[in-house]
């Protein structure tokens, strides 16, 4: 070991507010991309394999592509069997993946009548059309398919058109639902709506769902239509009829669109408030927000939209905010970025970008994870024409605390050093960030040189 000494002050500056906290590993691209097929708007990914639509593939028939995650090489492209049937179909407009299924919404397929949508399910062993689900009472126009999830057993798929009456409003124009299918079978398990629902929520815009909870988010719900956005929280572990708990942010804004996105880890849900530049996380099972979060990079040179909250996804104890539209300098679009999040505290692991990334890509406009690989969406990229879109492999550095002292500082407070870096030595990136020291006292780092 070699004892390193020196002042806290030079090692604050020396490292940065926002360290890149990752490795890029793979980019994607469909074989056959083309111009405006914006591959990447929505991502998925399980173990080894990872899924990204292609909404306007062809004209907007719409596909999606499976990748493996490993070296980043196509293995299927995924086409309904009835795709010729309507058009424009947009389907890839989401994408879910679970095991050896994947399932792909579609919300202008033909479903029970003309139009009003439909989500399909596929072999990830053979990229074969296994099942096409329809809503029992789908009706045209409904947007069955706009979002997706999978658990273990579980689809669920958003329909953010559909129309029921809600309070005094006999039609409820577009106030949405969702359903619950078995993934084997394919038989609708359950509709959800809201129990307080108003026209013009968009219920089921985006979805979530795991073995205890789904999540139904409903950006414009609000009374007078200012969409504040809510969450509504349907507990699965006590069967039939799931019981509904409506979740909203301490600091409810008008034009927020609270639950724009949504993801589930375990018991805790993280919804981005789009319209609003900020995440969100609770507790499930009490219902408490724990904190909140807003854009790290909107500050006033970057000029103050980073569309923080265009993505989220979670595993475990991280999660990933995606900021589709993130610069670094004023003004326009830019390529964007993505965050790196501890789930328990809040706490920024790191910020990372494209390694081509260019203005209006909108890397991070869609965010999965497994394990600490992150999957990101750029479906504005160029690469096979303008807009063909992408999608890019990462590893992040998740941190851990290595060196905590015995007794505080004359802060009083307790000092700590994390150290940030690949499991790959060969990429060469490792950082030690201080918490909590004082200025210009002095501090030791013990590092092993072999």
Known sequence: MKLLKFALAFLLLAVPTFAQGGNELHKLTATDGAFQDALGARVAVDGNLAV?????????????????????VQQHKLLPND???SVPNFFGFDVGINDNTVVVGSPESDGLVANSGAAYLFSTQTGSQTLKLTASDGAFGDNF???????NTLTIVGASYESHPVGGDSVGAQAGAAYIFDTVTGVEVAKIQAEDGFHDSFYGDDVAINNDWALVGAFRDSPVDIAQGAVYVYDLTNG???QETKIIPSD???????????????????????????????????????????SPTDLPHTGGDSSYGSAV??????????????????????????????????????????????????????LAIT???????????????SSSGSAYTFEVALGHTYCSPAEDNSNNFPATIEAYGSTIAAWNYFELRANMWVSYETGYIMASMN
């Not at 398919?145 to 658990?151: E, L, P, Y």
């Not at 595993?315 to 326009?332: I, L, P, Q």
């Open 145 to 151: 398919g706009i979002a997706v999830d999978m658990s």
């Open 52 to 72: 990204a639509g292609a909404k306007y593939d062809n004209g907007s028939w719409g596909a999606a592509y499976l990748f493996r995650m490993d070296n980043g």
């Open 240 to 242: 039939l009829p799931y």
């Open 313 to 366: 996804a979670a595993e475990g104890d991280t999660f990933v905010v995606g900021a589709s539209n993130h610069r670094h300098f004023c003004c326009g679009t830019g390529p964007g970025a993505f965050y790196v999040h501890d789930l328990t505290t809040g706490q920024l692991k790191g910020e990372l970008t494209a390694s081509d990334g260019a203005a209006q890509d909108r890397f991070g406009e869609a």
């Open 83 to 85: 795709g010729a049937l």
């Open 252 to 294: 409810h804004e008008n034009e927020g669109r609270f639950g724009s996105e949504v993801a589930l880890s375990g018991d805790y849900a993280i919804i981005a408030a789009e319209g609003s530049n900020k995440v969100y996380v609770f507790d499930l099972t009490t219902g408490l927000e724990l904190y909140q979060l807003s």
């Open 371 to 385: 394990g600490n690989q992150v999957l990101v969406g750029a479906s504005g990229d160029d690469d096979n024409g």
